[in-house]
């Protein structure tokens, strides 16, 4: 395919799960039926989610610790952490 | 830091104790059990009861009568020694039921713990309850830091702290004083006789702060080792419940941030306390809160 702008050829990438055709030459955009309202749906989604519980100024930035996710399930805490949970 | 664990003719002493206790219509149970042993102080089970040697280093005296007889009136929220301290050999020894501790393995009773601080906070207040004071251990803990990169850390957000916690100026007077737990964390909750949550170790209750008994969970979430999904719960299951220590809606960090800051410190201070006498490196979740302390200490000019 190519661009109906520039005549340059055009390449496909998926975003998130929609595709995307890009001209190699002039970077210009091609978007089929539907995939404009799939990256707005996509946008709002994303503005509506729960804004991330908030903390002090010396808060950690990001988790700090990696935390195993098992779907949902416990996730029981061990060593320096249990002693930090459960004793003075 | 005391690591030494109880003389050997205080085991006994106890589960003799617990014997009495118990009574003789006590079903027959299997011979005593020790709890905990460490830092000095022995815990032993003795079928449905627990006696505890307490810290052999702490002046106990007449509060811990207050707070002992103070904890017997709120027995919906903690489960409370059964009788006044005894002394035994020159340690204060007190006698309690047995509760079954939190299981780290389960789900954490994140809300049953916020349930049972806001009931205790929202209690009247007895005039002659004993004070809580101010935070004392975070003091006393960063005191015994030795030399090192991370010692230094620490003591650098240490010096960031209001005079009054780091044990050098006056108390600012209490603004509304509240009943306190005043050192909760999630090995002061068993399940009672009736399977109900309770609090134990009433060792620090009295007036207080009660932003003081959020401080800890609010420090390990601020360092990024308590998940946000426990701390909301917490947090959450607090408010839910009414509880005084923060807004009901709005930022609870303009409560929280002084305890919070101190807890971390102590904790981080603690950790590297603990690894250094192993001599082993800080695990991840150590390392984060040394970390914490490095942003207390950049952040902020000293108070």
């Known amino acids: ?88 | 830091m005391r690591t030494e664990t109880a003389p050997p003719g205080l085991l006994a002493r106890l589960a003799e104790i617990g014997r009495d206790a118990a009574g003789p219509d006590a079903p027959p149970h299997p011979g005593p059990e020790t709890l905990y042993d460490r830092h000095g102080v022995l815990v032993v089970r003795v079928g449905d009861v627990v006696v505890k040697a307490h810290q052999p280093d702490r002046e106990y005296g007449r509060p811990l009568h207050d707070r002992i007889r103070l904890a017997q009136t709120l027995p919906r929220v903690l489960l409370a020694p059964l009788g006044p301290p005894l002394d035994i050999d020159g340690r204060t020894v007190t006698v309690s039921p047995y509760g079954e501790p939190v299981d780290p393995q389960e789900e954490l009773p994140w809300e049953e713990g916020a349930r049972l601080l806001a009931e205790l906070h929202a209690a009247p207040v007895p005039a002659d309850a004993p004070s809580w004071g101010r935070p004392t251990r975070v003091a006393k803990v960063v005191s015994r830091l030795g030399s090192g990169p991370a010692e230094d850390v620490v003591r650098r957000a240490f010096a960031t702290l209001p005079s009054w916690i780091r044990g050098e100026g006056i108390e600012p007077p209490a603004e509304t004083e509240h009943l306190i737990h005043g050192d909760w964390h999630l090995g002061q909750m068993v399940r009672g006789p009736g399977g109900r949550w309770r609090l134990i170790d009433i060792e620090d209750l009295g007036r207080g702060s009660p932003a003081w008994d959020l401080a800890r969970p609010a420090a390990l979430y601020s360092g990024g080792v308590l998940p946000p999904d426990e701390w909301t719960r917490f947090l959450g299951a607090y408010q839910q419940a009414g509880g005084p220590a923060v807004p009901t809606q709005g930022d609870p960090w303009t409560a929280l941030d002084l305890p919070a800051r101190s807890l971390a410190i102590q904790i981080a201070a603690t950790c590297v306390l603990s690894a250094g006498r192993s001599e082993r490196s800080l695990d991840g979740a150590e390392q984060a809160m040394v970390d914490a302390c490095a942003r207390i200490g950049g952040a902020r000019r000293p108070a």
């Open chain 1, 1 to 88: 395919m190519h661009c109906p702008k520039c005549r340059g050829v055009m390449r496909t990438y998926t975003r998130s799960g929609v595709h995307i055709e890009q001209c190699d030459s002039c970077r210009g955009i091609f978007l089929d039926y539907g995939e404009l309202e799939a990256l707005s749906q996509m946008e709002s989604q994303y503005r509506a989610a729960p804004p991330p519980a908030a903390a002090p100024g010396w808060g950690a930035p990001a988790p700090a610790v990696h935390h195993h996710h098992h779907g949902g399930h416990h996730r029981p805490h061990h060593g320096g952490v249990f002693h930090m949970l459960f004793s003075t």
